[in-house]
């Protein structure tokens, strides 16, 4: 069984700054892109980042040059650097892991989310 857990949401200012973790843990023997997603209330869920397992990054427009995505592939974790951080930007962020290979199966995997709260 995979897990993603998530860590190190909280409450922020405007303007400060987090980083989110995520770690999968499992049999697992490669996981393809794994990345971010936030869901504000009322609204969808939404794409803020991704990386694929050679390192290559995708960033919604609305965050580039703020975020930052990185990933440890031996750890199979991921994480999410915040930089000046904005309230419109208050949600529960997931993360995602997309092809996660084990001995049973190839599938995709989402945490149970973290809270980011920024205030204004």
């Known amino acids: 069984q995979v897990q993603l857990v998530e860590s190190g949401g909280g409450l922020v200012q405007a303007g400060g700054s987090l980083r989110l973790s995520c770690a999968a843990s499992?049999?697992?023997?490669?996981?393809?892109?794994m990345g971010w997603y936030r869901q504000a209330p009322g609204k969808q869920r939404e794409l803020v980042a991704t990386i694929t397992n050679r390192g290559m990054p995708n960033y919604a427009d609305s965050v580039q040059g703020r975020l930052t995505i990185f990933r440890d592939n031996a750890k199979n974790r991921v994480y999410l650097q915040m930089n000046s951080l904005k309230p419109e930007e208050t949600a529960v962020y997931y993360c995602n892991a997309d092809k996660v290979s084990t001995p049973r199966s190839i599938m995709d995997y989402w945490g149970k989310g973290t809270l980011v709260t920024v205030s204004s």
């Open positions: 499992g049999s697992i023997f490669s996981i393809n892109a």
